[in-house]
């Protein structure tokens, strides 16, 4: 399956500011990525199904002007968190699926507001 | 996406063998069944697939009954390693037609005693 690189694995910033994941797809072009968002004990949430060249489609309760995805290239997509708050504060997983193969996660990124 | 149920939580001893029933009472016709391994802090990652009757890969075998509608994921002889939340998806496979979106349930969390 595809090769996936989530950076940074861990990052802490300042409430207010932001903060931009990128998921890279190192070995296979990826027209389509998800984003999912994991609270302490809970499940994967879906967040935002990327596309790229095109805008990305929101879940139902998901702020699309907060959490900004770019999808400019068939090998990264990024996922911006904008004025963050400790509420974003969650652990974010990329995810690459591929055509009749399954999918391939990223290790995931723990963001921490302050 | 047909929705699943799983069991919260299992216990279990090393050595033996741990069997998961995951309820999939509306799968459609062209849904496949997917089981996810997930430690803390880490992306999900994938353990087996399957349509019908049994599969068998080199970590776990997935046993599917006639009708569908459940699905036991088995795990031999489990080591402390194998403490991690499992998770059942049901759905089509990517590319074919669909969204490509994973809906995870609540996952079991397993947990290997010595």
């Known amino acids: 399956g595809a090769v996936v690189s989530q950076h940074p694995s861990w990052v802490i910033c300042k409430s207010g500011t932001s903060v931009k994941i990128e998921c890279r797809s190192l070995?296979?072009?990826?027209?389509?990525m998800f984003w999912y968002r994991q609270f302490p004990k809970q499940s994967l949430m879906l967040m935002a199904t990327?596309?790229?060249?095109?805008?990305?489609?929101?879940e139902q309760g998901v702020e699309k002007d907060k959490f900004l995805i770019n999808h400019a290239s068939l090998t990264l997509s990024t996922l911006t968190v904008t004025s963050a708050h400790p509420e974003d504060s969650s652990f974010y997983i990329c995810?690459?699926?591929?055509?009749?193969?399954?999918?391939?996660f990223g290790s995931g990124t723990r963001l921490t507001v302050v | 996406l047909a929705k699943t149920t799983q069991p919260i939580s299992m216990d279990s001893y090393e050595g033996q063998e741990v069997n998961i029933t995951c309820s999939h009472n509306?799968?459609?016709?062209?849904?496949?069944i997917t089981w996810y391994q997930q430690f803390p802090s880490q992306g999900p990652r994938f353990i087996i697939q399957?349509?019908?009757t049994k599969v068998t890969n080199e970590v776990a075998s997935l046993f599917i009954p006639a009708d569908r509608k459940s699905s036991t994921l088995s795990l031999p002889r489990v080591s402390l390693s194998d403490t991690a939340v499992y998770y059942c998806?049901?759905?089509?496979?990517f590319g074919s037609g669909n969204t490509g979106k994973l809906i995870f349930g609540q996952g079991t969390t397993l947990q290997v005693k010595p």
């Open positions: 399957g349509y019908k």
């Open positions: 509306n799968i459609a016709t062209n849904d496949y």
């Open positions: 995810s690459i699926p591929e055509i009749n193969y399954g999918y391939t």
């Open positions: 990327s596309n790229e060249g095109s805008k990305a489609t929101y």
């Open positions: 998806l049901v759905g089509d496979t």
């Open positions: 070995d296979f072009q990826a027209t389509t």
